[in-house]
C-alpha cells in the first residue's frame, strides 16, 4: 500500500511555441488596455484569421459583422467603409452586439469584422491567428482584393 500522501515531482512545462519568422506575420498577440470609452476601428483580425480574447477586467461591447457581409462594411482593398455602418443599415442587416465580462472568452470566426468598445477601464488579451484550420477561408477575399488591384492597372 502507498503511504497516505505522496509526493509527485512536477514535470517541467513544455517550451514556449515559436514560430518560424516567415509565420510571425501570421499571428498577432497582445494585451490591451483601454479606458472607459476607448473605441477601436472596425477590423478583422489578421489575414481575415480567428480572433480570440479573453477580458482579464472591465467590460467590453463587440460589435460583429459576419463574413458574408463583409463586402458591405469593407472595400476591395479590405479596408472599413468610413459609413459601413449605414451600409449595414440600408441593406437590412443588423450586425450582432454583445458584452464581454472578466472571465469570458470570444472566438471570432475567419473573415468576421469587429469594432471595440471599453464600457469601462478594460484589460484583455487577444490573439489574432491564421492555422490550419482558417487558413483557406482568406482565399477567396485574396482573390477579390487581387482582381480588384488588376482593375485598376
Keep these: 500500500p502507498l503511504p497516505a500522501t505522496t509526493a509527485v515531482a512536477p514535470s517541467a512545462p513544455p517550451p514556449p511555441v515559436q514560430l518560424p519568422p516567415d509565420r510571425q506575420a501570421l499571428c498577432q498577440r497582445f494585451v490591451g488596455i483601454s479606458p472607459a470609452g476607448a473605441v477601436s476601428g472596425l477590423g478583422s483580425g489578421v489575414a481575415w484569421g480567428a480572433t480570440w480574447s479573453i477580458n482579464i477586467c472591465g467590460v467590453t461591447r463587440w460589435t460583429l459583422v459576419p463574413s458574408q457581409h463583409s463586402r458591405l462594411v469593407a472595400t476591395d482593398a479590405a479596408e472599413p467603409h468610413p459609413n459601413w455602418r449605414e451600409r449595414l443599415d440600408t441593406a437590412g442587416v443588423h450586425p450582432i452586439e454583445l458584452d464581454q465580462h472578466p472571465g469570458e472568452i470570444l472566438l471570432i470566426p475567419p473573415g468576421w469584422y469587429f469594432q ?19 487558413a483557406l477561408s482568406p482565399l477567396p477575399r485574396l482573390d477579390a482584393i487581387v482582381s480588384a488591384l488588376r482593375a485598376r492597372l
Design 116 to 134: 471595440t468598445e471599453s464600457l469601462t477601464d478594460t484589460l484583455s488579451i487577444l490573439h489574432h491567428f491564421v492555422n490550419a484550420a482558417t
